[in-house]
């Protein structure tokens, strides 16, 4: 009976270690909340209702999520929130969170918190209206190469974003004095877009989601895009790379936690985003949104990360945006 009573002990002891060593597989243990850094109706808002909705219909994670929008400061609100709370609480980002911090417009950097995935990226496009006799990208560019006064380009809604530094770098890397082009701001994409059917400008650069619809109604030409493979809706729209010059800018959407969290944490989520990004109703997601899948797990994103800062900085000095 002694015999008996001791094995009982250390199988209860045992048990009591196991269960002590894998907390950590409990995780997650409440409502996991997507924080979107921005109002409803953007970008970021639609990937973290993408994210709720494919997550809960697969049934990947067996927790309430919940999208919680906190919009201001180009983000800084919703990540300064995300600082401060544990690892339940995820955000989506994008170049701005990156960007932002090189601007001198917020104290966060991207090493504040916990890389988990770049998700999905749409392209960037430049666009003339139908009757503009620039015959394509390659041409405008030596237009402004000869003039970087010509033309007027149109951007929105700041100079420092993912449109203006795009066209900075491919204007730059042709031989463009870029710190004499003449951008033209607006508050968004769409008034970057009526500005340029209306004839006000010459050229404008913006998503291609912003673009395509005009183009393919004819009243406007997409005369290049950053992307990598040719456009679903018109394999004729040529990229920089068809043109012969050798670059592509995606705009990338990603998500990361708060600082601090376990590898056991950052695992799981690996686990059920490689999971996600295979299944039918992420490819819909994308399909509809005219996203691209562009994944990347934790290890790789911070690797991502990284290499964004690095070429954000010299672009920004070659803007001009810093010294």
């Given at each position: 009976?002694?015999?008996?009573?001791?094995?009982?002990?250390?199988?209860?002891?045992?048990?009591?270690?196991?269960?002590?060593?894998?907390?950590?597989?409990?995780?997650?243990?409440?409502?996991?909340?997507?924080?979107?850094?921005?109002?409803?109706?953007?970008?970021?808002?639609?990937?973290?209702?993408?994210?709720?909705?494919?997550?809960?219909?697969?049934?990947?994670?067996?927790?309430?999520?919940?999208?919680?929008?906190?919009?201001?400061?180009?983000?800084?609100?919703?990540?300064?929130?995300?600082?401060?709370?544990?690892?339940?609480?995820?955000?989506?980002?994008?170049?701005?969170?990156?960007?932002?911090?090189?601007?001198?417009?917020?104290?966060?950097?991207?090493?504040?918190?916990?890389?988990?995935?770049?998700?999905?990226?749409?392209?960037?496009?430049?666009?003339?209206?139908?009757?503009?006799?620039?015959?394509?990208?390659?041409?405008?560019?030596?237009?402004?190469?000869?003039?970087?006064?010509?033309?007027?380009?149109?951007?929105?809604?700041?100079?420092?974003?993912?449109?203006?530094?795009?066209?900075?770098?491919?204007?730059?890397?042709?031989?463009?004095?870029?710190?004499q082009l003449e951008?033209?701001?607006?508050?968004?994409?769409?008034?970057?877009?009526?500005?340029?059917?209306?004839?006000?400008?010459?050229?404008?650069?913006?998503?291609?989601?912003?673009?395509?619809?005009?183009?393919?109604?004819?009243?406007?030409?997409?005369?290049?895009?950053?992307?990598?493979?040719?456009?679903?809706?018109?394999?004729?729209i040529e990229s920089?790379?068809?043109?012969?010059?050798?670059?592509?800018?995606?705009?990338?959407?990603?998500?990361?936690?708060?600082?601090?969290?376990?590898?056991?944490?950052?695992?799981?989520?690996?686990?059920?985003?490689?999971?996600?990004?295979?299944?039918?109703?992420?490819?819909?997601?994308?399909?509809?949104?005219?996203?691209?899948d562009y994944y990347?797990?934790?290890?790789?994103?911070?690797?991502?990360?990284?290499?964004?800062?690095?070429?954000?900085?010299?672009?920004?000095?070659?803007?001009?945006?810093?010294?």
């Amino acid at each position: 009976m002694k015999f008996l009573s001791v094995i009982m002990l250390a199988v209860v002891l045992v048990l009591s270690a196991c269960g002590n060593g894998s907390a950590e597989s409990d995780y997650p243990s409440k409502n996991v909340e997507i924080v979107a850094p921005a109002t409803p109706g953007g970008g970021w808002d639609a990937t973290a209702r993408a994210l709720q909705n494919v997550l809960d219909k697969e049934g990947l994670v067996e927790q309430n999520m919940n999208v919680v929008n906190k919009p201001g400061g180009g983000g800084e609100v919703g990540w300064q929130y995300l600082k401060g709370k544990d690892s339940h609480s995820l955000s989506i980002n994008s170049s701005l969170v990156i960007a932002n911090n090189l601007l001198g417009q917020s104290d966060l950097t991207y090493e504040d918190f916990t890389p988990l995935a770049v998700l999905a990226t749409e392209w960037i496009s430049v666009a003339v209206p139908s009757d503009s006799d620039i015959e394509d990208g390659v041409d405008m560019l030596e237009r402004l190469k000869e003039d970087p006064k010509s033309l007027k380009i149109a951007v929105g809604p700041a100079l420092g974003n993912n449109d203006h530094l795009s066209f900075v770098r491919v204007a730059d890397e042709y031989g463009v004095d870029v710190s004499q082009l003449e951008f033209m701001i607006y508050e968004s994409g769409g008034d970057v877009l009526t500005a340029l059917l209306g004839g006000h400008v010459d050229v404008a650069t913006l998503s291609i989601s912003e673009s395509l619809e005009q183009h393919l109604s004819g009243n406007l030409d997409i005369i290049a895009t950053t992307a990598d493979e040719p456009i679903p809706e018109d394999e004729s729209i040529e990229s920089w790379q068809d043109q012969g010059i050798d670059f592509t800018f995606p705009h990338w959407r990603g998500i990361m936690g708060p600082p601090d969290m376990t590898e056991e944490e950052i695992a799981y989520w690996d686990e059920t985003f490689s999971e996600m990004v295979e299944s039918e109703e992420w490819q819909k997601v994308l399909d509809n949104n005219g996203w691209q899948d562009y994944y990347m797990n934790s290890e790789e994103t911070k690797a991502f990360l990284d290499e964004q800062n690095e070429m954000y900085e010299d672009l920004m000095k070659t803007a001009g945006l810093t010294e």
